[in-house]
């Protein structure tokens, strides 16, 4: 049986949850080989309430209907019955703490809080060091997905970092990062290395400058600057040959460094409500290769 695309296994899902008969086909075609443990997780709890009916009102206990639960520390399914892990030995959590309630509806327990919980965990596991200022975390604030078993995208929204965390630099698979809404003043120069990143959102943070490796993110889609402390930017910028959308809305910059013009894909450049601009004629060349500038 041919490995199963994002698409398909989105559409499986979607299924699942809409047509309680077909927990039968997702059996009989072995799905748990082709999804990740997350996936597979609440597949599993879809297929044991099957035989609810969908067009009922039902409520039950959450604590006497669930019957495996994942271990947070390695995904293993756990009987809930149970305090440590059969696999790696680690605590688990209480039922009631992963869904912060006794009974619900069975459409609503189909939610990714747990995981989202133990997100810091498994960053912390994986670098073996310990995330900085992890109790001021906010559970609605972080997410994070997955593929391959590698962390592929990484929001920190609102977590109070005043340092760009060193661990999330062995994340080498990250696509998208957001560290919004932070105090973060420097960026290390080693962000060079996460060379995958297509996006990466840093607005309302409190950054002066930018380190010149900056300019090695040359997957770089959209990068957003928006209201920091920038006084300058560094000349290697220009080498991010991939980038399309550059924010450096609400800074502190009185010029742009002509490296500039060399982002042959560059679509839209906002400096709106930064000091005044000396290098009007740079924008003006900006504009007239069809760059959408606003200022």
């Known amino acids: 049986m041919k490995k199963l695309t994002n698409n398909e296994l989105a559409w499986l899902e979607n299924r699942a949850k809409e047509d309680e008969f077909f927990s039968s086909l997702l059996a009989h075609y072995k799905l748990k080989a082709f999804l990740t443990p997350q996936q597979y997780y609440w597949l599993n709890l879809f297929i044991v309430h099957s035989d609810f009916n969908a067009s009922e009102e039902i409520r039950f206990d959450v604590t006497s209907t669930i019957v495996k639960v994942p271990c947070p520390h390695c995904n293993f399914l756990c009987s809930p019955q149970i305090k440590y892990c059969a696999k790696c030995g680690e605590p688990l959590p209480k039922i009631e703490q992963i869904f912060g309630l006794q009974g619900t509806s069975n459409s609503n327990i189909l939610e990714d809080n747990y995981f989202e919980k133990n997100i810091l965990h498994s960053i912390e596991k994986m670098t073996n ?107 290697s910028i220009g080498n991010l040959k991939s980038l399309k959308v550059l924010n450096l809305k609400n ?40 760059i959408e500038v606003i200022f």
């Open 251 to 290: 800074n502190k910059l009185k010029s742009l460094p002509s490296s500039l013009l060399h982002l042959e894909k560059l679509e839209k450049l906002n400096v709106k409500a930064n000091f005044w601009m000396s290098n009007q004629n740079l924008i003006e060349s900006l504009k007239s290769k069809g």
């Open 129 to 235: 060091k310990e995330l900085p200022c992890k109790d001021c975390f906010e559970i609605s604030s972080r997410c994070y997905v997955k593929e391959d078993d590698q962390i592929t995208a990484l929001s920190l929204y609102n977590c109070g970092l005043t340092v760009f965390p060193s661990e999330l630099l062995k994340l080498f698979s990250l696509k998208y990062l957001a560290l919004r809404r932070n105090s973060i003043k420097n960026l290390l120069n080693q962000i060079g290395f996460l060379t995958n990143l297509e996006y990466l959102d840093l607005r309302i943070n409190k950054l002066q400058i930018l380190p010149p490796s900056i300019g090695l993110l040359t997957n770089l889609k959209i990068l957003n600057l928006s209201s920091n402390n920038l006084i300058e930017l560094p000349d």
